[in-house]
C-alpha cells in the first residue's frame, strides 16, 4: 500500500485540472487531503464539514461496490454542483477511496483513465 499523502500527491500531479484529492479509509477517515495551486482557499470547507463528507463518501463508494457483482467492477462515482464535480474512485490495491475534485467542465472518462493508471 502507498502512503496515502504520497499516492493523493501522484493523483493532483496527473493532470493540472484536478483541483483537490481527498484519501479516505473504508471507514471514511481522512488519511490525506492535498490541494492544488489553483485550488480556492473560500472553496474550502471546515475540518468536520469535510470529515462528514468523507464518512458520506464512503457509505456511497461501499454501497455501490455491492452492484459489481451485476454490472461489473465501479471505476468511479461521479457528484456534478453547479460549478464543480466530485469523482468518487476506489484504489484497491491501496485499500483506500479517493475524492477528486474538477472543474464542472472537465472530462471525467479522460481523467478517471489518467488516474486509474496511478491507482491500480
Known amino acids: 500500500m502507498q502512503n496515502p499523502g504520497s499516492l493523493g500527491s501522484k ?11 481527498l484519501v479516505l479509509d473504508k471507514m471514511g477517515n481522512e488519511l490525506a487531503h492535498i490541494y492544488s495551486e489553483a485550488y480556492p482557499p473560500k472553496a474550502r470547507l471546515g475540518k468536520e464539514t469535510e470529515e462528514a463528507y468523507g464518512r458520506i463518501d464512503t457509505l456511497f463508494m461501499e454501497a455501490f461496490s455491492q452492484a459489481e457483482k451485476t454490472y461489473g467492477k465501479m471505476n468511479f462515482i461521479l457528484i456534478a454542483y453547479d460549478t464543480t464535480k466530485v469523482m468518487l474512485m476506489p484504489s484497491r490495491k491501496n485499500d483506500v477511496f479517493l475524492a477528486v475534485r474538477i472543474p ?4 471525467v472518462e479522460y481523467l478517471s483513465n489518467k488516474i486509474k493508471q496511478i491507482i491500480e
Not at 493532483?12 to 483537490?20: F, V
Not at 464542472?104 to 472530462?107: C, D, E, L, M
Open 11 to 21: 493523483v493532483l500531479a496527473a493532470d493540472p485540472i484536478i483541483l483537490r484529492v
Open 104 to 107: 464542472r467542465s472537465a472530462n
